[in-house]
């Protein structure tokens, strides 16, 4: 049974700074492309970060300089350390392996208010 588990979300004020951790189980990890994707209300869901099993990283224009996507394979575990938040990060933060048809996490709230 795959499980991804989120945890980290939260209310947060403009500037300030979350990390996000997803615990995976029943998924050989190490050979997945990890990623972080969002999506806030009346939005559709998009990729905010991935780190490929070979250790590479890419991020959305819009996060680039401010997110850092990091994994631990030893944990089966992956984190996105958000900096700098604004307002327009508010979104569910889904924990995803493998892209569209892979396995999803139940989400975690960021919310960036004032």
């Known amino acids: 049974q795959v499980q991804l588990v989120e945890s980290g979300g939260g209310l947060v004020q403009p500037g300030g700074s979350l990390r996000l951790s997803c615990a995976a189980s029943?998924?050989?990890?190490?050979?997945?492309?990890m990623n972080w994707y969002r999506q806030a209300p009346g939005k559709q869901r998009e990729l905010v970060a991935a780190?490929?099993?070979?250790?590479?990283?890419s991020y959305a224009d819009s996060v680039k300089g401010r997110f850092t996507i990091s994994r631990d394979n030893g944990k089966k575990s992956v984190y996105l350390q958000m900096l700098s938040l604004k307002p327009e990060d508010t979104a569910v933060y889904y924990c995803?392996?493998?892209?569209?048809?892979?396995?999803w996490g139940q989400g975690t709230q960021v919310t960036v208010s004032s």
């Open positions: 995803n392996a493998g892209g569209g048809p892979g396995y």
């Open positions: 029943g998924i050989a990890f190490n050979f997945y492309t």
């Open positions: 780190s490929t099993s070979g250790g590479r990283t």
